[in-house]
């Protein structure tokens, strides 16, 4: 990727930066996901990006963002820490199979499949309603499982380039019973090791935009505590029909990529 290739910097290009990071960042600290599914795709259609460039100018600034969100998660006690690390050690392996498998599988039957179990998950939001008692513990059950979803995680960031937290919180929720603000704020810690160890590889490509990285983070650092402060006072019940209405707008994406793959065969 060639400095050529990347959009004229002027005054539209960090307001447009600025916005992209202020809507990321909210929904980063709102839902406890990376903001990666906001951040590339405006960054295709506003400023021109190529996807590869988007995607890692937006893991880029994903490592303040998510950064910013455990900060103000674990403030009032709501990160699990050694889960959260158990999920990014497996998840570092599972984008390891993923990248390996990229190549072999069918990347449209892949993302229908991604559709159909995000489908499953907005539905199953309505019926189990998280308590905010509810602890992640470590047993001789949940810690194999947690490494199992950091695989299966990884697995998937590999293959679809999705974030972790899109897995990884509605995962706690469902199957773990954990509560809603400890899902996010353990999905945000999990993601930072996995955004800079992506992050260093991308650099040494050339496949990050550096100052519209560092627009987008920064920004994005002031409403993360917003999104985050949101999540607190918000009924657990209403939390899980606006993380349901998130699903369907990343569903979406992700239909449509599926369409077009198919198109272009």
Known sequence: MTFETRPARSARFFLVCIGVGLLAGLMSGLFGVGGGTVIVPLLVLLLGFDQRLGAGTSLAAIVPTASVGVITYAIDGHVAWLPAL?????????AQIGTWLLPKLSQT???WAFVAFLIV????LFFVIPSRDAELEL?????PGLAL?????GTLAGLLGVGGGIIVVPALLLLFGTSDLIA???????MIPTAISGTVGNLRRSNVDIRAALCIGIAACLTTPVGALIAKFVDPFVGNV???IFLVFIASQMAVKAVRG???R
């Open 86 to 94: 158990i999920l990014a050690a497996f998840a570092v392996v599972g």
């Open 109 to 111: 039957a892949l993302r």
């Open 121 to 124: 998950v907005m539905v199953s």
């Open 139 to 143: 047993t001789w059950i949940t810690g």
């Open 149 to 153: 979803l950091g695989v299966i995680t």
């Open 184 to 190: 996010k704020g353990t999905s945000l810690l999990m």
């Open 242 to 244: 606006l993380f349901a």
């Open 262 to 264: 198919r198109h272009q």
